[in-house]
């Protein structure tokens, strides 16, 4: 039997079909690549593997207070969290920031009361301003 050429058969050459594998399957590595780090990440993260621990409580008015909370789970990753704290309520968490390290070492926060409601401002410098808001009582969030 006689080899024909491959484009008399309408196959292609061994590198442009290796060519098209590789192109066709890159989209399913970016995948698994993507959702191993992801997984890597949560599980650094997770609070069971690393707690946050209370760095400041600053109160808002009687019965009424903010803590923040930090923790680094990954080399110069550093993650902060806002807790409300009112009194006849469970903890309640606003928000939380995971920043480089250094996106901490001069930054402000403060915890005001609004209708009844707590806002967090926090101003990392290099990095857009955040606000926290506490839902409403009525809200069904708490």
């Known amino acids: 039997m006689s080899e024909e050429a491959p484009e008399a058969t309408g196959g ?11 192109l066709a399957t890159a ?7 993507s959702l191993f780090f992801m997984a890597r990440y ?23 207070s ?12 550093e993650e902060r969290r806002w807790v409300v704290l009112r009194e006849g309520f ?20 403060s915890a005001t009361e609004e209708h009844g409601r707590v806002r967090i401002e926090i101003d990392n410098p290099g ?3 955040r606000v926290f808001r506490e839902p409403a009582l009525d809200s069904g969030l708490r």
């Open 90 to 109: 469970a903890p309640l968490e606003l928000g939380r920031r995971p920043l480089d390290e250094a996106a901490y070492e001069s930054y402000e926060w």
């Open 42 to 64: 949560e599980s650094d993260f997770d609070e069971a593997r690393c707690p946050f621990e209370a760095t400041e409580t600053r109160p808002v008015r009687d019965g009424l």
């Open 66 to 77: 903010v803590r923040e909370d930090r923790r680094v789970c990954q080399p110069g990753i």
């Open 12 to 22: 292609l050459a061994g590198w442009k079909k290796a060519l098209l594998v590789v």
């Open 127 to 129: 990095h857009d301003p």
């Open 27 to 33: 989209p399913i590595g970016v995948i698994a690549f």
